[in-house]
């Protein structure tokens, strides 16, 4: 019977992470610890013994670092493909703020809504500080129109729609085996998709840094799913 593989690892902690912050599209990198989580994941991935035939991350930092550590231990000869559409999500103006801080400013329920609804959006960021994010080094060569001021988890996993009818899903057909390195919201998008999670629920689904989640499918059909 045909069967592929898709392996997804959020990144391991970051900077901003460890400092509490929205980090969204900002391009930090990981912290010490974070560096830990992701050769633990190597590890664990190891065990499994799959080849893979793809390799994808997002353009950010904390995932490109991450794929790289665990590629350290796992040797995985296919070369790694950044794709901006695995991206975190875009948080608009609360990037770089931090979390508990927003919270006692705007109250529990507020950030909660702004972290893990799904169609509504965080406060846009400034013309100012948007010509900031393009001007990262990680964008300077990117297509992105129009580039978001913001965004929802929903405009997260529609963005996200034409990497799966694109490239994931014709690849998964070809039982190919498949690794990305990404990120919570990317993930969390991913996963909506393939479980057909709904909008209600995929507020509860929480995405750990630095485990992978090892996805079975047969007859291109998820079949299994479980942490590794």
């Not at 992470?17 to 990198?29: A, E, H, I, Q, R």
């Not at 705007?106 to 948007?130: A, K, M, N, T």
């Amino acid at each position: 019977m045909s069967k592929s593989n898709l392996i997804l690892v959020r990144h391991g902690q970051s900077e901003w992470n460890k400092l509490d912050k929205f980090t969204g599209w900002v391009d930090v990198g990981l912290s010490k610890e974070g560096f830990k989580e992701a050769e633990n994941a190597g590890k664990k991935i190891n065990k499994t013994g799959i080849k893979f035939d793809f390799s994808f991350s997002s353009i950010l930092k904390r995932s490109v670092q991450t794929y790289h550590q665990i590629n350290d231990i796992c040797d995985i000869s296919s070369g790694l493909v950044k794709d901006w559409r695995l991206n975190e999500r875009h948080y608009g103006k609360l990037q770089g703020l931090n979390k508990q801080k927003m919270r006692d400013t705007h109250g529990d329920d507020q950030v909660l809504i702004w972290r893990r609804s799904y169609d509504v959006r965080p406060p846009e960021l400034e013309d100012e500080d948007l010509d900031k994010l393009m001007n990262q080094k990680c964008f300077v060569d990117q297509k992105i129109e129009p580039f978001p001021k913001c965004e929802s988890l929903k405009d997260t996993y529609e963005r996200l729609k034409s990497f799966l009818d694109n490239i994931l899903i014709p690849l998964l057909k070809k039982d190919k085996n498949i690794i990305i390195s990404a990120h919570g919201n990317s993930i969390r998008a991913l996963l909506k998709y393939f479980e057909n999670i709904s909008d209600k629920d995929i507020v509860k689904l929480e995405i750990p840094t630095g485990e992978p989640l090892l996805l079975e499918f047969k007859k291109e059909k998820l079949n299994h799913k479980k942490y590794l």
